[in-house]
């Protein structure tokens, strides 16, 4: 007999569908990306979290050098102004921001790893 609780089947989720997006939406308005993901999954960033979490050589610096992120700058309304969102092949976004940045690339497997939900929030800081 099947149950019928809904209880979810114990076997691990395979590592692609947690990092594949369904679908993304950045919504210029309300300055937000949101992600769905082929797990069912979904994940909401504000612009202002995503732009912290840039993670071009610029922002955070290369070859063990500091980048101008981890100088803890102020960031000023355009540097935090999602303009537009590119895909990068099949495994990142680039967004460019009001101030002209978008050398960034965020690949899926980070932006998922960073997910600002409380269960991913928990999950960080337990591990
Ligand atoms: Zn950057
Ligand atoms: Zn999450």
Redesign the pocket.
Same mark, same amino acid.
């Given at each position: 007999m099947t149950s019928s609780t809904g209880a979810p089947i114990d076997r691990p989720m395979p590592a692609g569908e947690r990092t594949t997006p369904t679908r993304i939406h950045a919504d210029r308005a309300a300055g937000t990306l949101s992600i769905d993901w082929a797990d069912g999954? +979904?994940?909401i960033y504000n612009a202002h979290d995503l732009r912290w979490l840039c993670p071009c050589a610029f922002c955070r610096g290369e070859a063990g050098l500091p980048g101008w992120l981890d100088t803890s700058p102020t960031l000023t309304p355009d540097q935090t102004r999602l303009e537009d969102v590119h895909l990068v092949g099949s495994y990142a976004i680039a967004p460019t921001w009001g101030d002209g940045h978008h050398t960034g690339y965020y690949p899926f497997a980070l932006l998922?790893e960073r $997910? +600002? $939900?409380p269960?991913?929030t928990q999950r960080r800081t337990r591990s």
């Open positions: 999954h +979904s994940t998922r $997910c +600002s $939900c269960e991913d």
